[in-house]
């Protein structure tokens, strides 16, 4: 059975890589958003709940997952939060596995990943394309986030495959630091040739 082409799309936090998907989006081409999955199974009601609750009493409530609770139990603690992965990477990988069956005739498909390296995501795709901002852009927007500190930045950072490892390892690199129809013109163009093959 033929399947279609699979594009890896991933960068480091505040790259602009939700942005890209989206412009993807737009451009016609059906875009898996991994994150938004996750959200959406550990929300209210969502299929992940239970389990979840099972594993770590208390870090839920009607609201679903209580994810600043979850993520201070996990957060530096390999223990706990593969026993968390073993949670939500067996169902993030069916979910996949479904999009990708409602997308059979599609030419070309996106996978948004965000540690598609990290997690060794990179050999199930056929192509990977990393979004890549100048590390001020990054900082900058990263830093205007809610709640977000340059401690916790630097945390992040140091969890993530670096941004010139990830360029260097990338397919294709869509530079997000330019203006946004000048992006947006970049994704169109990519996604016209990868759909070529």
């Given at each position: 059975m033929s399947r279609p082409r699979i594009v890896g799309l991933t960068g480091s936090i505040g790259m602009g890589k939700s942005t890209v998907a989206a412009m993807f989006d737009r451009a016609g081409v059906p875009v898996f958003d991994a994150d938004a999955e996750v959200r959406a199974m550990q929300g209210p009601g969502g299929s992940l709940v239970p389990a979840i609750?099972?594993?770590?009493?208390?870090?839920?409530?009607?609201?679903?997952v209580l994810r600043d609770e979850l993520g201070q139990r996990v957060f530096g603690d390999a223990a706990a939060l593969?026993?968390?992965?073993a949670i939500v990477h067996p169902a993030v990988a069916a979910r996949r596995q479904d999009f990708l069956r409602g997308n059979a005739n599609a030419p070309l498909v996106v996978f948004d990943i965000p540690l598609l390296f990290e997690k060794g995501g990179n050999a199930a795709v056929d192509a990977v394309v990393v979004v890549s901002a100048p590390p001020e852009v990054q900082r900058a927007r990263v830093l205007a986030r809610p709640g977000m500190t340059?401690?916790?930045?630097?945390?992040?950072?140091?969890?993530?495959?670096?941004?010139?490892?990830?360029?260097?390892?990338?397919?294709?690199?869509?530079?997000?630091?330019a203006a946004l129809a000048e992006t947006e013109a970049a994704v169109r163009d990519l996604a016209a040739r990868l759909a070529m093959g």
């Open positions: 609750e099972a594993a770590f009493p208390g870090a839920t409530g009607p609201e679903g593969a026993r968390l992965e340059a401690d916790k930045f630097a945390r992040i950072l140091a969890l993530q495959t670096p941004d010139a490892e990830k360029r260097e390892r990338a397919d294709h690199v869509i530079d997000t630091g």
